[in-house]
């Protein structure tokens, strides 16, 4: 039997001056999962009821526990994984690939989709996070990731990076840092972006 559909939520810095992204993100997490159940179904596959792994991005406390499932993904890539990161979880995404992390444990396996969003710091060893509009930054191994995209917005005074590497980026207006990941638009959009993702790059897509 083939490897169950994953998708991760990171959220993000407990400290930040509301809430953290936890409720949203496992929101976002569980829609995914229940929107590859869907396609599973239909395709006569059975479907997964554990698939959604919640880890706290807050700091990167959780980056070694991220790091083993992407490991035991890259051992066994017959499914798909999808990584969803809000804020601080986001720079957990982003530091697997900054420090090279991400290629030791995918070996050749590419990541299904990918969801950073409002990424305001780029390391956790700098207390600063962005505060410029429409700021981009690099993202090293993106041929690892099948489909990804950045959600942020720019109109509070912690601005998300605007381009990550080559993914695609979609702009929220009418929030902040601190409320983009309780957007229904968001809560809608990244389930979508996911859930297509996985059924033009899972082990249920057309095979040319």
Not at 68 to 74: E, F, I, S
Request: glycine residues 12%; proline residues 6%.
């Amino acid at each position: 039997m083939s490897a169950r559909p994953l998708v991760v939520g990171l959220n993000g810095w407990g400290l930040l001056p509301g809430p953290n992204g936890r409720e949203g993100i496992d929101a976002i997490g569980k829609g995914i999962l229940a929107g590859i159940n869907s396609h599973r179904i239909e395709g006569g596959l059975p479907a997964y009821t554990n698939g959604y792994v919640p880890l706290n991005g807050g700091d990167g406390v959780d980056q070694v526990k991220l790091r083993g499932l992407m490991a035991d993904y890259g051992a066994d890539p017959a499914d798909g994984l999808i990584l969803v990161g809000y804020s601080d979880g986001a720079t957990t995404i982003h530091r697997e690939f900054r420090k090279g992390f991400a290629r030791e444990s995918l070996k050749s396996a590419c990541l299904t989709f990918v969801a950073l969003i409002d990424m305001v710091r780029e390391r956790f060893s700098s207390p600063f996070v962005n505060l410029v509009s429409n700021k981009a930054i690099p993202l090293q191994d993106a041929h690892l990731i099948r489909a990804g995209k950045v959600y942020y917005q720019n109109s509070g005074l912690w601005q998300g990076f605007a381009q990550i590497g080559p993914l695609e980026s979609m702009r929220f207006e009418g929030v902040d840092h601190v409320t983009i990941d309780q957007s229904p638009l968001l809560l809608r959009a990244v389930i979508y972006d996911a859930v297509n993702a996985y059924r033009l790059h899972g082990p249920t897509a057309p095979r040319t």
